[in-house]
């Protein structure tokens, strides 16, 4: 085993205060352990997680935070007790990189639910410092919580199935929404929208895309393939979807009612809430008449997050991206506060971070 990863400086870009300003900043890794993988950082998705981050929106930043939790890159070393990888692998991190092992949800490989699950960044680790997250040159991660990317899928197009893609695909099959013929509404089309979408096309279902935006109409129909565009604000059009949807995925953050989307299910049909809207306000009509659910989601665990690769991989689902480099990584944040992007950042850590 190599010592490189033990003496190596880690080079990264870092935001220092609330401002979350990104600048270059440079750091040590914790040791490789035999149990991990260093592995080399290729790409990183930008995720709305880094702004909430780097900018203290939570009020428990730990300066300097290294942002990024949508991570793929390529095995440059492995600790001694390393079965699943070897050097060259491609391989995944996504929204955490440890937890305890040993309780019920990480026995049911439901990690993201364990009490000591860690972030991927802004997190404690094992040795005590800081997660610091993709943004940066390399990473040491625990073989448990590193996924395996197939030969052949591109590294920049992976690097959004770590969050934005998992975070649908795993209550899409928690609620059984992989059934052929059924009707799927998606409201939103960001990142995790337009995910939503190509899962529910490839489980073969008719999606219907719920937006605020006519803006949306022709890229949702002609570029991600939905059979329907409704605008949600348009009464009659949503009065015309009345007890029409079997699943709705609703990735909208900001602040929205939900009795009208209600209103647009079957009866027990299920709406999952994947965003984080300040609150949830609806009339218990909404729920008791029809049967029907509303129910929360966030990733998954280490076992759904493989099958969700290996999905997209045998069945060619591909995010669309915008690749960039890390020193234009302030203007894509500020790009994706304002809704700027089809559908999701990924930088380039490889070829530009020197």
């Not at 934005?164 to 013929?181: C, D, F, I, K, S």
Request: hydrophobic fraction near 35%; glycine fraction near 10%.
């Amino acid at each position: 085993m190599s010592t490189e990863s033990l003496t190596e400086n880690c080079i990264g870009w870092a935001a220092r205060d609330v401002s979350g300003v990104l600048s270059p900043y440079k750091f040590s890794r914790r040791d490789l352990g035999s149990d991990d993988v260093s592995l080399k950082i290729t790409h990183c998705g930008v995720c709305y997680a880094d702004v909430v981050w780097t900018k203290n929106r939570h009020g428990d930043s730990m300066y300097p935070v290294v942002p990024g939790h949508e991570i793929v890159g390529t095995v440059k070393e492995v600790g001694s007790n390393v079965k699943n990888f070897k050097v060259g692998d491609h391989v995944g991190v996504g929204t955490y990189v440890n937890s305890c092992r040993e309780c019920e949800f990480c026995n049911d490989r439901q990690e993201v639910h364990c009490s000591k699950f860690v972030y991927t960044f802004n997190g404690i680790d094992v040795d005590g410092t800081v997660t610091k997250g993709g943004y940066s040159s390399y990473i040491v991660v625990h073989e448990r919580y590193c996924f395996r990317i197939p030969n052949g899928y591109p590294l920049d197009k992976a690097a959004p199935l770590l969050c934005a893609g998992l975070t649908v695909y795993t209550p899409m099959m928690r609620h059984n929404m992989n059934q052929p013929g059924k009707s799927l509404g998606v409201i939103g089309l960001g990142g995790l929208g337009h995910m939503a979408v190509k899962f529910g096309k490839a489980f073969g279902l008719k999606v219907t895309v719920l937006s605020t935006s006519m803006s949306k109409r022709e890229e949702a129909l002609n570029l991600l393939g939905a059979d329907n565009f409704v605008l949600s604000s348009d009464e009659q059009e949503m009065k015309n979807l009345t007890s029409s949807l079997d699943f709705i995925v609703d990735t909208a953050s900001g602040d929205h009612p939900f009795d009208p989307y209600m209103s647009l299910l079957k009866v027990s049909g299920v709406l999952v809430l994947v965003g984080f809207p300040s609150k949830i306000i609806l009339s218990p009509a909404s729920l008791n008449i029809g049967a029907k659910t509303i129910s929360g989601s966030v990733t998954g665990g280490t076992q759904i997050t493989q099958e969700m690769i290996d999905f997209c991989a045998t069945n060619k689902i591909y995010p669309d991206i915008e690749v960039i480099p890390i020193q234009y990584a302030n203007e894509a944040l500020d790009r994706m506060i304002n809704r700027d992007v089809k559908y999701r950042f990924v930088i380039d850590i490889e070829n530009s971070l020197k």
